[in-house]
Nanobody, 125 residues
């Protein structure tokens, strides 16, 4: 069992930045590929970004590419999502998620094995 806990959400004006963090309780952090998934009110969950187990391969959904940066620190069991140039359409609950790492890459999707409780991000116009 892997426990996942996010932090760092909040309210920000359009054009602002937030940094989300996520800690995984596991003794083998680098066994897991990681991602961020978001869900806006009335919408389906959407994969936002992913990073492979080494942290040297990432992918993003088109709507956040160039504005968001996913990274991980395997020495701290921590995943990050730096969000810049935030827009009102980025308002959502953001979830950190993990799945067993297979191969050297990662795929952006919304069907991970383990999830956190989420952290709310609100962007005002």
């Amino acid at each position: 069992q892997v426990r996942v806990m996010e932090s760092g959400g909040g309210l920000v004006q359009a054009g602002g930045s937030l940094r989300l963090s996520c800690i995984l309780s596991t003794s083998r952090f680098d066994d897991w590929a990681l991602g961020w998934v978001r869900q806006a009110p009335g919408k389906e969950r959407e994969g936002v970004a992913c990073v492979n187990w080494r942290g040297d391969a990432t992918n993003y959904v088109a709507s956040v590419a160039g504005r968001f940066t996913i990274s991980r620190d395997n020495s701290k069991n921590t995943l990050y999502l730096q969000m810049d140039s935030l827009q009102p359409e980025d308002t959502a609950m953001y979830y950190c998620a993990a799945e067993p790492a297979y191969g050297g890459g990662c795929i952006v999707h919304a069907d991970f094995t383990y999830w956190g409780q989420g952290t709310q991000v609100n962007v005002s116009s």
